[in-house]
């Protein structure tokens, strides 16, 4: 089992980057798929991108988000990262990385917030 550590949010102007880090304490991220997942107030939990681990493809829920974000992985550092290019007050949310193929490993998360 590994237990997953969000870091890197706060408060950032849109139009400012942000790059969030996903850790595994204790263990190994290097094996597993990870994706980042996002809920606003008041809103589902939805997701943002993921990234596999053997050819490093990543996908993303729309276009729109694939410009903005990015989502890349080292596994020197055993991290992987989302990095948000162009955020947007929309893109205020609580965000979480995931890891495995159904997501069975969660961390506690970590607030973003976009100001205009």
């Known amino acids: 089992q590994v237990q997953l550590v969000e870091s890197g949010g706060g408060l950032v102007q849109a139009g400012d980057s942000l790059r969030l880090t996903c850790t595994a304490a204790?263990?190994?991220?290097?094996?597993?798929?990870v994706a980042w997942f996002r809920q606003a107030p008041g809103k589902e939990r939805e997701f943002v991108a993921g990234?596999?681990?053997?050819?490093?493809?990543?996908?993303f829920q729309s276009d729109s988000m694939e410009d903005r974000f990015t989502i890349f992985r080292r596994y020197d550092k055993n991290e992987v990262y989302l990095e948000m290019l162009s955020p947007i007050p929309e893109d205020t949310a609580v965000y979480y990385c995931?890891?495995?193929?159904?997501?069975?490993?969660w961390g506690q998360g970590t607030q973003v917030t976009v100001s205009s």
């Open positions: 204790g263990g190994t991220l290097n094996t597993y798929t």
């Open positions: 995931a890891a495995d193929e159904y997501y069975d490993y």
């Open positions: 990234i596999n681990t053997l050819h490093r493809l990543s996908t």
